[in-house]
């Protein structure tokens, strides 16, 4: 369990994010059908992990809060655009403990606040970049793209697997997958903004990819094991929505890999086949497999594990930062991400 | 029936338009669940009206078709991003002539294709604001930010009032409503962008949105109409889509206005209900009395009296203009959208 300390600081970067993104709402009509809704759905409170990454490694790289608050602010905007989207993708029934967007508007109105989540982040990056200059503000561009190309690539690979029934993976597919969809970025991308900008462009952000990938898959694989073992209550998504969403998890690709011949045939056809196949009941008989195959045990030590090496790397991540100590927040979100329960 | 000189313009104007696409495609994988349907959506024939106006546009008021491509590419490749999402949102079966993305791809797999058609846009944008230097590439993005946000604005309210089975509407709120959701991005952006090219920032673009306002209505009221009375083989959409999906077009508004009280209450209860009640049995009697009390040939004036305003004002988005024989192709487009067939 992270300690007060962290959970404070987590708490003070979410404010002061949240804080920019109002600044920067447009307001005007139509209010009730779209504008509301976007001013709404970043006050869902999320855990603010990107933000306080962007935020803290500009710091350690000499850099202030200011500077890097609108990137901040863009990248956990376009975070709240993926989400929207993403949960109509897998047709999810919760978010940050309350119904999803298009539970609760209608997919036709919150796929277009969805779009309109993106233009807000795209806003939000335009401005941060103007005040960079010309040369950092292209650079900044640059990164958010690759990231966002990266984004769009992982969703493919996981919507593509589910609609064509593929099952043939093994862990490596699992963590091309999570780099592509997860990382990039979820860690990869605000550990390298916030060193560009705090550096002034002149830190080489590729130190930071190892770390930002190994923390950011320890938290997808705890994701995944927290869908399924997690508190509703505190998770803030229904409890077993990725098996029922037939999502290729590491905890999947683990049993189709260790358990007996029928039984993983067994495992293949309801994954190959539609949502409306995994009933309670077969998803009551897919959960016990999981436990009896070790499959969850195996997921939370390959998370504690990788956890275990992004720790190992954080040092060549900011050894070479003039303010490290801002970078302390950042070494405790790694035993945060595989300890927490939300 | 337009010339085929005009045919000729609007396909040579398609044809380098899609080669500066092409040139921008970014190629890898996965091929067969994103790049290789982001590659194909824009081959799908559209008229290219976009790209025409912003090409003709730019070289009337003194640059060249090289400088203004890629705004055009990024134009028409925002449109496609919207075409996909909003084919969702109507749940509209067919586009251009082919399956709709999601009823070929799936949703979930096409609502990601029309996200990267968006960060593809705005990749053909950045280059294209790059090269036209600081203050006018930025100047650029600002036109495309305003021109989504209304687009995003009118798209809410279409859906806003489907969902919540708004029907007390008159005219003037179905113009507000084209205003946003088309004119927009489909007629004033291309426009405004062209002359801001051509002039290098020295054209007063806001000398084009009456013009641009009226093309776009005029435009859009024969697009509602095409979509009663058009034959699917030219018209690319199944035609009575919008009465299936109970859009409030100026056709049902009319007809609202006009009808007997008992004739308009069944209306209203029609356009209120779910899409399911909305069966050929009964689309077939809506169709009767939008021809019964005249609401077709409504809006059929309708539109012709907008292109009739559109001419008039053909002037003066274009007396300033230092080459104006290139907007000729433009004139031309006026009496086109409303007498064409598709």
């Given at each position: 369990?992270?300690?007060?300390?962290?959970?404070?600081?987590?708490?003070?970067?979410?404010?002061?994010?949240?804080e920019?993104?109002?600044?920067?709402?447009?307001?005007?009509?139509p209010?009730?059908?779209?504008?509301?809704?976007?001013?709404d759905?970043?006050r869902?409170?999320?855990?603010?992990?990107?933000?306080?990454?962007?935020?803290?490694?500009?710091?350690?790289?000499?850099?202030?809060?200011?500077?890097?608050?609108?990137?901040?602010a863009?990248?956990?905007?376009?975070?709240?655009?993926?989400l929207?989207?993403?949960?109509?993708?897998?047709?999810?029934?919760?978010?940050?403990?309350?119904?999803?967007?298009?539970?609760?508007?209608?997919?036709?109105?919150?796929?277009?606040?969805?779009?309109?989540?993106?233009l807000?982040?795209?806003?939000?990056?335009?401005?941060?970049?103007?005040?960079?200059?010309?040369r950092?503000?292209?650079?900044?561009?640059?990164?958010?793209?690759?990231?966002?190309?990266?984004?769009?690539?992982?969703?493919?690979?996981?919507?593509?697997?589910?609609?064509?029934?593929?099952?043939d993976?093994?862990?490596h597919?699992?963590?091309?997958?999570?780099?592509?969809?997860?990382?990039?970025?979820t860690?990869?991308?605000p550990?390298?903004?916030?060193?560009?900008?705090?550096?002034?462009?002149t830190?080489?952000?590729?130190?930071l990819?190892?770390?930002?990938l190994?923390?950011g898959?320890?938290?997808?694989?705890?994701?995944?094991?927290l869908?399924?073992t997690?508190?509703?209550?505190?998770?803030?998504?229904?409890?077993?929505?990725?098996?029922?969403?037939?999502?290729?998890?590491?905890?999947?690709?683990?049993?189709?890999?260790v358990?007996p011949?029928?039984?993983?045939?067994?495992v293949?056809e309801?994954?190959?086949g539609?949502?409306?196949e995994?009933?309670?009941?077969?998803?009551?008989?897919?959960?016990?497999?999981?436990?009896?195959?070790?499959?969850?045990?195996?997921?939370?030590?390959?998370?504690?594990?990788?956890?275990?090496?992004?720790?190992?790397?954080?040092?060549?991540?900011?050894g070479?930062?003039?303010?490290?100590e801002?970078?302390?927040?950042?070494?405790?979100?790694?035993?945060?991400?595989?300890?927490?329960?939300?």
């Amino acid at each position: 369990m992270p300690g007060p300390a962290l959970e404070e600081v987590l708490a003070r970067y979410r404010a002061s994010t949240l804080e920019e993104i109002d600044r920067h709402l447009p307001r005007g009509e139509p209010k009730r059908w779209l504008y509301g809704p976007l001013a709404d759905y970043p006050r869902r409170v999320g855990k603010g992990l990107r933000a306080t990454l962007c935020l803290a490694t500009c710091c350690a790289y000499g850099g202030t809060e200011e500077e890097s608050i609108a990137a901040a602010a863009a990248i956990e905007v376009a975070h709240c655009a993926f989400l929207v989207h993403d949960d109509i993708q897998d047709d999810s029934a919760w978010r940050r403990g309350r119904p999803s967007l298009h539970r609760s508007e209608g997919l036709p109105l919150a796929l277009n606040t969805g779009d309109a989540l993106a233009l807000l982040s795209l806003e939000l990056l335009r401005g941060s970049s103007a005040r960079l200059g010309q040369r950092l503000g292209a650079r900044l561009l640059d990164e958010f793209s690759g990231a966002l190309w990266r984004t769009l690539e992982g969703q493919a690979l996981e919507l593509g697997w589910r609609r064509d029934g593929v099952t043939d993976l093994g862990p490596h597919d699992y963590l091309e997958l999570v780099l592509a969809k997860t990382c990039w970025y979820t860690t990869i991308l605000p550990l390298r903004v916030g060193a560009l900008i705090g550096s002034w462009g002149t830190a080489d952000p590729a130190a930071l990819v190892r770390f930002g990938l190994l923390l950011g898959a320890a938290f997808q694989i705890t994701d995944d094991v927290l869908n399924l073992t997690g508190a509703q209550g505190s998770y803030g998504k229904e409890i077993g929505g990725d098996l029922r969403e037939g999502k290729r998890t590491l905890l999947l690709i683990h049993l189709l890999a260790v358990a007996p011949a029928h039984v993983r045939d067994e495992v293949r056809e309801l994954l190959a086949g539609p949502r409306r196949e995994r009933t309670d009941e077969r998803l009551a008989w897919l959960t016990d497999q999981l436990l009896e195959q070790g499959s969850i045990g195996f997921a939370r030590d390959f998370a504690r594990g990788t956890a275990d090496a992004a720790a190992a790397a954080f040092g060549d991540a900011f050894g070479a930062a003039p303010r490290p100590e801002h970078a302390q927040v950042i070494r405790e979100l790694v035993d945060y991400v595989v300890d927490r329960a939300r």
